[in-house]
């Protein structure tokens, strides 16, 4: 080994990748960066071949090239990068460890089993998590050479996940759960970034689904808010005792037996009294 090759080596063994993500999530996100590169084409804009060089070189140190990094013409060949990079994916692929879940993992399990969600819903909730949370994963995904319109951005989640288009298309559709609980939405404009497509409640919520491992209420928190008051009791509610009884019984019901997709319609004009009337039930039902 020359010195230039020890160099180099020493260059990639102390390149530190906890600084862009928590060790729990560097495997996954490293599969994604490969697949994205070899499966999105996003190695075209990465690897530039006329100047022998990376567009962006913390991504090729992430990604252990950093021995490729200013090695000059003779040994900056595109054909060994494709290979180096092909060989990481297989071998991050093929080991199958015991797997210990992360504090995603174990948050999104809490958070399917509240909301229902399968198991393909449940996955591109991690994934759009870690994305809007590690930011060179973003930055090698918005090296994609498509314009990042939903279309382009529903099929670039498809392939990196393995989940049909079409199904992938309902799940992040207007109206499914994930869109119902106020969790994700596609932007329809067209954007600079990968991640500027996506939307969640806020940045909060993205955090402790990462990071915060205990109640998940306390995660729910960051994306709701809690209601006053109400103003009013049951007994305002004279006029209407058959249906309100009703109306308590059935929720009552439902919470004690955590009954999913319980749901009730309340219509109305504005100022009629939903939001109050909501309110009263609910805390009749919890004082229960």
């Not at 990196?160 to 329809?188: F, M, Q, V």
């Not at 404009?189 to 990462?210: L, R």
């Not at 915060?212 to 305002?236: C, F, H, Q, W, Y």
């Amino acid at each position: 080994m020359d010195d230039t090759d020890k160099n180099t080596t020493k260059t990639t063994e102390q390149f530190d990748t906890s600084i862009y993500v928590r060790d729990e999530y560097k495997n996954i996100v490293t599969i994604w960066m490969l697949k994205a590169m070899l499966k999105l084409d996003c190695h075209r804009k990465f690897i530039d071949t006329k100047d022998c060089s990376f567009s962006q070189n913390e991504i090729a140190s992430f990604l252990g090239l950093g021995h490729f990094i200013d090695v000059g013409k003779k040994r900056f060949k595109k054909e060994l990068i494709m290979e180096a990079m092909r060989s990481k994916y297989e071998k991050l692929t093929s080991n199958k460890p015991i797997h210990k879940k992360t504090t995603l993992d174990k948050n999104t399990d809490k958070m399917s089993e509240m909301l229902g969600l399968e198991t393909q819903e449940a996955t591109i909730l991690k994934f759009v998590v870690l994305l809007l949370h590690v930011t060179i994963l973003d930055q090698t995904l918005s090296l994609a050479r498509f314009e990042f319109k939903s279309r382009q951005i529903i099929q670039a989640i498809s392939i990196l996940l393995d989940i049909p288009y079409k199904r992938t298309r309902e799940i992040l559709s207007s109206g499914s759960k994930l869109d119902k609980a106020s969790l994700i939405s596609i932007s329809t404009n067209k954007n600079i970034d990968f991640s500027d497509s996506i939307k969640v409640s806020n940045e909060i919520f993205v955090e402790n689904m990462c990071e915060l491992d205990g109640d998940i209420l306390n995660t729910i928190e960051s994306i709701v808010r809690k209601a006053s008051e109400p103003e009013l009791i049951l007994r305002d509610y004279s006029h209407m005792v058959a249906d309100i009884d009703v109306l308590v019984n059935y929720m009552q019901h439902a919470t004690d037996n955590r009954t999913k997709g319980a749901n009730v319609l309340l219509y109305g004009l504005p100022g009629t009294g939903k939001t109050q009337l909501a309110k009263t039930v609910a805390k009749v039902v919890k004082k229960n």
